[in-house]
């Protein structure tokens, strides 16, 4: 059967990307564009585009009977930030489209099925320096208990049902196309706007605050190796690491590139998230199973941003 992907929340900073990659591979006609608004010129006009909202169930399935969708990464959720203020709406959203799609792939009625995780699923409980794939999980953010419960949901439904769920915690993601959409990490792609309209930025977490992060180009290759390769030897969502870096270091790197560029500090509510959070990631196993491997360091993500951003 030919392959036909359906990305719900593909408008999005990761979503807008990964449709466009995934067309170029399958072809434009197989990769369905979905979200509650529309996405750029490009994704737009290169591709079928459906409005769809994640939390309507029946609204999902009619799109897969009318693409015979295979395939569904679903993308759409409330971000860590945005969740906080709006907690019950942002389990909602996080947790029932899981559902809706888990429930479609267990009926067989799709093949497969991908989904994020996050590093948000690790808490302030957690050890913070390379955090083991396997260990203590007690998010203390409403964002990060749907991550975690989501995991556990794919997980059953793996386990009992044998459904083809795959998944991967992300750490921030940084890219210059789209951007980011209510995250504790956001800081780390507005300060590359900031840096080149106004010369200066100020962050809304602590200048020392080190977080895992990713370039999108990364983020890509590693969401589409996973969907590519055989079935998991071990069922897990996979820690997936790249750089890690503070503010404070970030605007360093910035300087060599912008020499007058200038960052103040004014942590706010999103500090308290970022606290909870690990400054670096052990993802052996992610390289070890299906040889995962990042390629840009901060150096070569730095580089790229100013450039493109630049054009
Ligand atoms: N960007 C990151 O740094 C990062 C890090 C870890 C995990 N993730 C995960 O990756 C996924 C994608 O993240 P992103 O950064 O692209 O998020 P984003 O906020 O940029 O995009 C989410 C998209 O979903 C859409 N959406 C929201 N509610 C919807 C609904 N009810 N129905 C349909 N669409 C809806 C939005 O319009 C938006 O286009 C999410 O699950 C997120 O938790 C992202």
């Not at 036909?4 to 900073?13: E, H, N, S, T």
């Not at 015979?68 to 389990?91: D, I």
């Not at 390379?130 to 999980?137: A, C, E, N, V």
């Amino acid at each position: 059967m030919q392959e036909k992907i359906l990305i719900i929340g593909a408008c999005g900073q990761i979503g807008s990307e990964l449709t466009m990659k995934l067309r170029d591979k399958f072809g434009n006609k197989a990769v369905i564009a979905s979200d509650i608004r529309e996405g750029s010129t490009e994704l737009m006009q290169s591709g079928p585009f459906e409005f769809l909202d994640a939390t309507d169930k029946a609204a999902i399935l009619m799109i897969i009977h009318k693409h015979q969708v295979t395939t569904v990464y679903l993308m759409a959720a409330m971000l860590s930030a945005t969740a906080e203020k709006q907690p019950k709406k942002a389990w909602d959203i996080n947790m029932n489209s899981l559902l809706y799609v888990l429930d479609f792939a267990k009926e067989k009625l799709i093949q497969k099925v991908y989904w994020p995780s996050s590093i948000a699923v690790f808490g302030e409980t957690t050890p913070r320096i390379d955090t083991p794939q396997k260990t203590i999980l007690e998010p203390a953010t409403v964002y990060g208990i749907s991550k975690l419960a989501g995991e556990r949901w794919c997980a059953y439904y793996h386990n009992k049902f044998g459904v083809d769920v795959r998944t991967l915690r992300y750490p921030g993601i940084i890219s210059w196309k789209t951007l980011p959409g209510g995250g504790t990490t956001d800081y780390a792609v507005e300060i590359f706007h900031k840096a080149l309209q106004e010369g200066s930025y100020e962050c809304f977490l602590s200048e020392n605050t080190t977080l895992p992060m990713m370039y999108m180009e990364d983020a890509l290759k590693a969401t589409i190796d996973l969907m590519d390769g055989p079935f998991f030897k071990t069922y897990v969502s996979y820690n997936v690491a790249a750089v890690s870096f503070n503010p404070k270091e970030l605007a360093e790197a910035i300087r060599k590139n912008v020499p007058n560029f200038t960052i103040t500090y004014k942590p706010d509510f999103r500090q308290e998230i970022a606290d909870t959070w690990p400054q670096t990631i052990d993802d052996s196993l992610a390289r070890e199973e299906w040889n995962w491997k990042h390629e840009y360091d901060t150096n070569a993500i730095v580089k790229d941003m100013l450039k493109n951003l630049k054009s």
